[in-house]
């Protein structure tokens, strides 16, 4: 495999992740009824749809196909989140457990990714920049978790 195919594919997968991440959010968004929460996950959809923009890009530049949509295993995440906001006497912790659980995969996928040694420069800058903000983010709704419950 070329080196150019195998950053497109690595960078793929983070590619997907976002996608499953950006409906992830949506559908929290529309699974709350606190204004403040439907606007931090509608926030958090736009962050995951730049830095899908971002990596399409970069994928683009090696000369590959980016993957044009989520996953199988993103959209049996999102119809869990759901069902589980359905039959949840409190939805709203409910669906923000299911984020931090959403993101702390995502995170994982990064970390993964920030210990490849051959990652060219521009990469390795934007992966620990997605990563950061993924970090943050997780940070973030474990505070609204706290305030919640």
């Not at 990714?113 to 934007?126: F, G, H, M, Q, S």
Request: hydrophobic share 30%; net charge negative.
């Amino acid at each position: 495999m070329k080196y150019t195919e195998e950053i497109s594919n690595k960078l793929n997968e983070l590619l997907v992740k976002n996608y499953d991440a950006e409906k992830g959010y949506l559908n929290a968004a529309e699974n709350v009824d606190s204004d403040r929460l439907k606007m931090f996950f509608k926030r958090r959809a736009t962050e995951r749809n730049q830095f899908a923009n971002e990596i399409k890009n970069e994928i683009k530049q090696y000369g590959e196909e980016p993957k044009d949509s989520g996953s199988f295993k993103g959209t049996m995440h999102r119809n869990w989140m759901t069902l589980k906001s359905t039959f949840s006497g409190n939805n709203e912790e409910a669906v923000l457990e299911e984020a931090i659980r959403g993101e702390k995969a995502s995170l994982e996928e990064y970390n993964e990714l920030v210990t490849e040694k051959n990652l060219p420069p521009t990469i390795d800058a934007l992966v620990l920049k997605h990563r950061d903000a993924i970090q943050s983010a997780i940070n973030t709704e474990k505070l609204n978790e706290n305030i919640i419950s």
